[in-house]
Protein backbone atom coordinates (compact mmCIF):
# COMPACT_ATOMS: atom_id res chain seq x y z
CA UNK A 1 0.00 0.00 0.00
CA UNK A 2 0.99 3.98 -1.39
CA UNK A 3 2.37 5.81 2.32
CA UNK A 4 1.11 9.29 2.58
CA UNK A 5 1.95 11.79 4.91
CA UNK A 6 -0.26 15.03 5.47
CA UNK A 7 0.89 17.45 6.80
CA UNK A 8 -1.91 20.08 7.52
CA UNK A 9 -2.73 22.23 11.24
CA UNK A 10 -6.48 22.62 10.27
CA UNK A 11 -7.98 19.59 12.38
CA UNK A 12 -11.41 19.43 10.46
CA UNK A 13 -9.99 19.23 7.19
CA UNK A 14 -7.30 17.09 8.42
CA UNK A 15 -9.55 14.25 9.77
CA UNK A 16 -11.44 14.50 6.49
CA UNK A 17 -8.53 13.99 4.26
CA UNK A 18 -7.08 11.52 6.13
CA UNK A 19 -10.35 9.64 6.54
CA UNK A 20 -11.00 9.86 2.98
CA UNK A 21 -7.14 8.73 1.95
CA UNK A 22 -7.08 6.03 4.18
CA UNK A 23 -9.71 4.10 2.22
CA UNK A 24 -6.79 3.82 -0.39
CA UNK A 25 -3.72 4.71 1.64
CA UNK A 26 -1.75 4.08 4.57
CA UNK A 27 -1.97 7.78 6.19
CA UNK A 28 0.34 9.62 8.64
CA UNK A 29 -1.05 12.89 9.79
CA UNK A 30 1.14 15.59 11.39
CA UNK A 31 -0.34 18.91 12.35
CA UNK A 32 2.73 20.79 12.27
CA UNK A 33 6.30 20.97 11.15
CA UNK A 34 7.98 19.16 13.85
CA UNK A 35 5.39 16.76 14.64
CA UNK A 36 5.46 16.03 10.63
CA UNK A 37 9.17 16.26 10.60
CA UNK A 38 9.02 13.39 13.17
CA UNK A 39 6.85 11.38 11.74
CA UNK A 40 8.81 11.66 8.37
CA UNK A 41 12.60 10.70 10.43
CA UNK A 42 11.02 7.78 11.77
CA UNK A 43 9.57 5.98 8.42
CA UNK A 44 11.34 8.43 5.63
CA UNK A 45 9.58 4.95 3.20
CA UNK A 46 6.01 7.65 2.27
CA UNK A 47 5.37 7.51 -1.23
CA UNK A 48 3.94 11.32 -1.40
CA UNK A 49 3.50 14.30 1.10
CA UNK A 50 0.43 16.65 0.77
CA UNK A 51 1.56 19.53 2.83
CA UNK A 52 -0.17 22.97 4.11
CA UNK A 53 2.21 25.93 4.05
CA UNK A 54 0.62 28.25 6.91
CA UNK A 55 1.85 25.54 9.48
CA UNK A 56 1.62 26.88 13.32
CA UNK A 57 5.54 26.32 14.14
CA UNK A 58 6.93 27.17 10.24
CA UNK A 59 5.44 27.05 6.76
CA UNK A 60 5.49 24.01 4.32
CA UNK A 61 8.32 25.75 2.36
CA UNK A 62 11.14 25.08 4.79
CA UNK A 63 9.33 21.28 5.48
CA UNK A 64 9.74 20.39 2.01
CA UNK A 65 13.28 22.01 1.83
CA UNK A 66 13.87 19.43 4.38
CA UNK A 67 12.19 16.68 2.89
CA UNK A 68 14.05 17.69 -0.49
CA UNK A 69 17.49 17.48 1.52
CA UNK A 70 16.63 13.54 3.06
CA UNK A 71 14.57 11.96 0.11
CA UNK A 72 13.40 11.90 -3.41
CA UNK A 73 9.66 11.76 -2.27
CA UNK A 74 6.65 13.14 -4.02
CA UNK A 75 5.06 16.27 -2.13
CA UNK A 76 2.31 18.16 -3.37
CA UNK A 77 1.13 21.86 -1.60
CA UNK A 78 -2.29 22.17 -0.32
CA UNK A 79 -2.37 25.53 0.99
CA UNK A 80 -4.72 28.93 0.86
CA UNK A 81 -1.26 30.64 -0.47
CA UNK A 82 -2.03 30.90 -3.72
CA UNK A 83 -0.43 34.34 -5.32
CA UNK A 84 1.90 33.63 -8.09
CA UNK A 85 5.63 34.16 -6.43
CA UNK A 86 4.29 31.36 -3.64
CA UNK A 87 3.09 28.91 -6.49
CA UNK A 88 6.61 29.53 -8.20
CA UNK A 89 8.11 29.10 -4.82
CA UNK A 90 6.82 25.65 -4.72
CA UNK A 91 7.52 24.44 -8.15
CA UNK A 92 11.13 25.65 -7.81
CA UNK A 93 11.10 23.22 -4.45
CA UNK A 94 9.95 20.26 -6.78
CA UNK A 95 6.55 19.94 -5.99
CA UNK A 96 4.49 18.04 -8.32
CA UNK A 97 0.78 19.65 -7.92
CA UNK A 98 -0.08 23.18 -6.28
CA UNK A 99 -3.13 22.87 -5.03
CA UNK A 100 -4.83 26.47 -4.03
CA UNK A 101 -8.02 26.48 -0.93
CA UNK A 102 -10.62 26.33 -1.46
CA UNK A 103 -10.52 23.20 -2.95
CA UNK A 104 -13.46 20.04 -4.20
CA UNK A 105 -12.11 16.82 -2.17
CA UNK A 106 -12.76 14.36 -5.72
CA UNK A 107 -10.13 16.97 -7.58
CA UNK A 108 -7.54 16.32 -4.92
CA UNK A 109 -8.06 12.39 -4.47
CA UNK A 110 -7.72 12.24 -8.75
CA UNK A 111 -4.91 14.06 -8.45
CA UNK A 112 -2.75 12.15 -5.82
CA UNK A 113 -3.92 9.06 -7.76
CA UNK A 114 -2.67 10.12 -10.79
CA UNK A 115 0.72 11.44 -9.44
CA UNK A 116 1.10 8.26 -7.81
CA UNK A 117 -0.05 6.22 -10.76
CA UNK A 118 2.63 8.27 -13.01
CA UNK A 119 5.68 7.66 -10.39
CA UNK A 120 6.18 4.03 -9.41
CA UNK A 121 9.60 3.83 -7.30
CA UNK A 122 12.28 1.17 -8.22
CA UNK A 123 12.47 -0.26 -4.43
CA UNK A 124 15.99 -1.87 -4.73
CA UNK A 125 17.82 -2.97 -1.39
CA UNK A 126 21.78 -4.28 -1.52
CA UNK A 127 22.92 -6.29 0.65
CA UNK A 128 26.51 -8.10 0.74
CA UNK A 129 25.67 -10.97 -2.13
CA UNK A 130 23.04 -9.28 -4.14
CA UNK A 131 20.43 -6.33 -4.60
CA UNK A 132 16.81 -7.07 -3.73
CA UNK A 133 14.40 -5.22 -6.02
CA UNK A 134 10.61 -4.74 -4.65
CA UNK A 135 9.45 -3.53 -8.14
CA UNK A 136 10.20 -6.58 -10.67
CA UNK A 137 10.30 -8.74 -7.72
CA UNK A 138 14.04 -10.20 -8.41
CA UNK A 139 17.33 -10.85 -6.80
CA UNK A 140 20.72 -9.94 -8.41
CA UNK A 141 23.50 -11.82 -7.29
CA UNK A 142 26.77 -9.35 -7.25
CA UNK A 143 28.20 -11.87 -9.61
CA UNK A 144 25.41 -11.23 -12.23
CA UNK A 145 22.82 -13.72 -12.23
CA UNK A 146 19.16 -12.48 -11.45
CA UNK A 147 16.48 -14.34 -10.12
CA UNK A 148 12.74 -14.49 -9.98
CA UNK A 149 12.06 -15.90 -6.85
CA UNK A 150 8.28 -17.25 -6.37
CA UNK A 151 5.97 -13.44 -5.51
CA UNK A 152 4.54 -15.14 -2.09
CA UNK A 153 8.44 -15.47 -1.07
CA UNK A 154 9.50 -12.32 -2.26
CA UNK A 155 6.03 -10.62 -0.35
CA UNK A 156 7.39 -11.94 2.92
CA UNK A 157 10.70 -10.91 2.47
CA UNK A 158 9.14 -7.83 1.96
CA UNK A 159 7.29 -7.98 5.11
CA UNK A 160 9.80 -8.77 7.53
CA UNK A 161 12.16 -5.98 6.18
CA UNK A 162 8.74 -3.28 6.36
CA UNK A 163 8.60 -4.93 10.23
CA UNK A 164 12.17 -4.96 11.44
CA UNK A 165 13.36 -4.72 13.91
CA UNK A 166 10.14 -6.82 14.86
CA UNK A 167 9.98 -10.59 15.48
CA UNK A 168 7.00 -11.87 13.15
CA UNK A 169 5.30 -14.93 14.28
CA UNK A 170 4.71 -17.55 12.06
CA UNK A 171 0.92 -16.68 11.93
CA UNK A 172 1.14 -12.79 11.67
CA UNK A 173 3.27 -13.68 8.53
CA UNK A 174 0.37 -16.17 7.17
CA UNK A 175 -2.54 -14.02 7.87
CA UNK A 176 -0.58 -11.11 6.43
CA UNK A 177 0.13 -12.62 3.47
CA UNK A 178 -2.75 -14.84 2.72
CA UNK A 179 -5.43 -13.49 4.95
CA UNK A 180 -7.23 -15.13 7.98
CA UNK A 181 -9.14 -17.07 5.71
CA UNK A 182 -6.78 -19.37 3.71
CA UNK A 183 -3.79 -20.36 5.30
CA UNK A 184 -0.92 -22.96 4.62
CA UNK A 185 1.15 -24.37 7.48
CA UNK A 186 3.82 -23.71 9.56
CA UNK A 187 5.86 -26.03 7.62
CA UNK A 188 5.25 -24.01 4.19
CA UNK A 189 6.54 -20.94 6.19
CA UNK A 190 9.40 -22.10 7.14
CA UNK A 191 10.12 -23.69 3.99
CA UNK A 192 9.71 -20.26 2.01
CA UNK A 193 12.34 -18.96 4.72
CA UNK A 194 15.02 -21.30 3.95
CA UNK A 195 14.63 -20.63 0.19
CA UNK A 196 15.21 -17.10 1.15
CA UNK A 197 18.20 -17.52 3.41
CA UNK A 198 19.73 -19.25 0.24
CA UNK A 199 18.85 -16.30 -2.17
CA UNK A 200 19.93 -13.98 0.21
CA UNK A 201 23.93 -15.93 -0.15
CA UNK A 202 26.61 -16.64 2.88
CA UNK A 203 24.68 -14.67 5.71
CA UNK A 204 21.06 -15.70 4.75
CA UNK A 205 20.94 -17.21 8.11
CA UNK A 206 22.22 -13.62 9.36
CA UNK A 207 19.65 -11.28 7.76
CA UNK A 208 16.33 -13.80 8.50
CA UNK A 209 17.09 -14.21 12.30
CA UNK A 210 15.22 -17.51 13.67
CA UNK A 211 13.65 -15.95 17.17
CA UNK A 212 12.97 -19.16 19.26
CA UNK A 213 9.48 -19.83 20.08
CA UNK A 214 8.05 -16.72 18.12
CA UNK A 215 8.67 -16.58 15.04
CA UNK A 216 11.41 -14.86 12.78
CA UNK A 217 13.22 -11.41 12.01
CA UNK A 218 15.00 -9.54 9.32
CA UNK A 219 18.42 -8.19 10.74
CA UNK A 220 19.81 -5.53 8.69
CA UNK A 221 23.47 -5.56 10.16
CA UNK A 222 24.60 -9.50 10.35
CA UNK A 223 27.65 -8.57 11.54
CA UNK A 224 26.07 -7.73 14.53
CA UNK A 225 23.68 -10.63 14.91
Not at 26 to 50: H, M, N, P, Y
Request: contains cysteine; aromatic residues 8%.
Amino acid sequence: MRKILLVEDDLSLGETLQERLKKEYDVEWGRSLQEAWTLFSSRKDFDLVILDVGLPDGNGFELANKIKEASNVLFIFLTAQADAESRLRGFELGAVEYIPKPFHLKELLIRVHHVLEAHVPVREIELRDCFINFTDMSVRQKTGAIEYPPVTDMKILQLLIDKAPRVLSRDEIMNEIWGVDKNPSHRTIDNIIVRLRHLLGTHGEQYIRSVRGVGYQWSEHPEES
